[in-house]
């Protein structure tokens, strides 16, 4: 594993989701106005933003692990397409688990099924946006 690669890598899909997530708050401010519909589920606003320092970190983490599932796949060549056709088939996968755990949440709080769509689609495609950049950037090491 190339460990200077896979910390390139953990930084630049780190960029890349939260960069897609502040475009998303800029472009569509209704869906995270959304939850403020669900008081008895979610945190207020400004509750929210005292914890905001352990939903970030947990994202790193998550993103860190994600890349770290892709070092330890990609063993073919280092080719800058190869690399993002893996990463996008991995976001893809990612992208599936995330939204199983958005059905489980519909499941489990009192939340509306077009809330838990838009939740859905956003972390889909913020997986496979995340993915697709890890899988440009990381570059395994030469072989021996």
């Known amino acids: 594993m190339n460990y ?13 989701s939260f ?17 403020l519909k669900y008081p008895g589920v979610f945190r207020a ?13 947990s994202s790193i983490v998550a993103i860190v692990v ?17 690399g993002a056709m893996e990463g996008a088939r991995l976001g893809v996968l990612i992208g599936i688990f ?5 059905a489980h949440n519909y499941m489990n709080l009192n939340i509306n099924f077009n809330f838990s769509l838009q939740q859905a689609a956003t972390y889909f495609v913020q997986w496979v946006i995340t993915c697709i950049v890890i899988g440009l950037i990381y570059n395994p090491p030469a072989a021996s």
């Not at 606003?45 to 970190?57: I, L, N, T």
């Not at 994600?66 to 073919?76: C, G, K, L, P, Q």
């Not at 995330?98 to 958005?102: D, F, G, K, P, T």
């Open 4 to 16: 200077s690669s896979l910390a390139l890598a953990a930084l630049g899909g780190t960029v890349a």
């Open 98 to 102: 995330a939204i199983c755990n958005v």
């Open 45 to 57: 606003k400004e509750e929210m933003m005292s914890v905001a320092p352990v939903g970030f970190g």
């Open 66 to 82: 994600v890349t770290i599932i892709f070092a330890m796949t990609h063993h073919r060549g280092s080719g800058a397409m190869e």
């Open 19 to 35: 960069g897609y997530g502040f475009l998303l708050m800029w472009l569509l401010p209704a869906l995270f106005e959304a939850p």
